[in-house]
């Protein structure tokens, strides 16, 4: 793991065990690598619930109650269903902050309004209200996935401060 992200990793720990609170992630296009990345680091059994990996439109609406509606009028790759995702989330677990990722890592799948590098983010912090961002990275499939899980962590842990 590279530095920086060690870095935001472990006060993301330490903000988390200070309040007892406990992380879900609602993935997509991340593949789970958030919640890899999270129990990478030792002792990440006292702050890290579990995580929801949902590829598919249908794991997206069976595991996170996203909403066939949402799917359709918005897409998969949309702010309201990473909202959707993160509350989804939340719900289907005994964690207390969550964050969930969906977009387009590459190569294929980009539309003229969503190409490539398009990802979609949501954020539950208690005491806040949800949060989601849109964000366009550049590079390969894995540069997208790698910036994504970076900017999600980053994100998570800029909302708990």
Known sequence: ??????????????????QDWRLVTAESCTGGWIARTCTDLAGSSHWFECGFVSYSNRSKQELLEVSEHSLAQFGA????????????????????VAVSVTGIAGPDGATPDKPVGTVCFGWVVPNQPLRVAT?????????????????????LLSLLR
């Open 1 to 18: 793991m590279e530095k920086g992200l060690l870095s935001v990793l472990e006060s993301l720990a330490v903000t988390l065990r200070a």
């Open 77 to 96: 790759v949309s702010e309201v269903v990473a909202a959707e995702m993160v509350r989804g989330a939340i719900a289907n677990s005994a964690a207390d």
């Open 135 to 155: 964000r366009h990275f550049d590079g390969d499939r894995e540069a997208v996935r790698r910036q994504s899980v970076d900017y999600a962590l980053r994100g």
